[in-house]
Each structure stands twice: as structure tokens, then as C-alpha cells.
């Protein structure tokens, strides 16, 4: 007599894998460029992704484990706290049919424009000067 709850329980997590996985299929991950912002002083990061959101979400979470790669930024984080940060895509790029490699490329291209445009160095910034 349990057995079928439990079989339609199953089932029904089935479908929702399948609901997941075909919305995943028809909506992939963009790439991008994203900006961190520091709303206490200005300062900005500049970054990008094969999947931009996501790039995101893994910066955010390195900085709420203390374990950024950029001690400033975690300085920071740690001083003025996570409510003053804004994350953001600044720019999606329309991926590559053929190629990610192209896509890559093209999305180290975009990334070296808005880092020319912002200028994220020194004290507007977190990024590291290009010769660094």
C-alpha cells in the first residue's frame, strides 16, 4: 500500500529533473561581463564568464567564506559588509554556434574594452593594471 506513494513521489521528481534539464537546454548559461561594486568607497571590479551568472555566484560566495583571491576586495568585504556590494551584468555576448573557442576569445575581447572604458586600477578599482 506504500509503495505507491512513494512510486508517484519518484516520479513526480522525475518530471521536474526532466522540466529542469530541458529549460537548461533551451535557456544555457550566457557569457558575459560582470562588475562589483563597492558602494562605500566606489571602487569596482570588473570580471567575466562562460557563464556570467555564475561567474557571480561564485564570487560571492569565495567572498562570504573569506576566501577571495583578491585580499582587497575580501578586505573590504569584511570591513564595510556584503549590503554594501552591488553585482551586476554590465554585458551579455551572444555565444559562438560554431565555436567556444571564438566565444572565448571574443569574450576576452569585450572584457579588455570594459576594462579600457572603466579603468578598475588602482584607486578605482580592484583589477589589476594589465602589466601586472
Do not use: C
Request: net charge positive; proline share 7%; hydrophobic share 35%.
Amino acid at each position: 500500500m506504500t509503495a505507491k506513494p512513494f512510486a508517484s513521489t519518484i516520479e513526480r521528481i522525475m518530471d521536474q529533473k526532466a522540466i529542469l534539464k530541458r529549460a537548461y537546454k533551451e535557456n544555457p548559461p550566457l557569457p558575459g561581463i560582470y562588475r562589483i561594486t563597492n558602494k562605500a568607497n566606489g571602487k569596482i571590479l570588473i570580471g567575466s564568464g562562460m557563464d556570467v551568472q555564475g561567474k557571480m555566484n561564485s564570487q560571492r560566495a569565495q567572498l562570504r567564506m573569506g576566501s577571495h583571491r583578491n585580499v582587497e576586495l575580501q578586505q573590504h568585504w569584511m570591513r564595510f559588509g556584503a549590503d554594501q556590494f552591488v553585482f551586476e551584468v554590465i554585458d551579455y555576448l551572444t555565444p559562438s554556434p560554431d565555436s567556444p573557442q571564438d566565444t572565448r576569445k571574443d569574450l576576452e575581447a569585450l572584457e579588455r574594452l570594459w576594462l579600457a572604458k572603466l579603468q578598475p586600477f588602482g584607486l578605482r578599482g580592484y583589477n589589476k593594471t594589465p602589466e601586472e
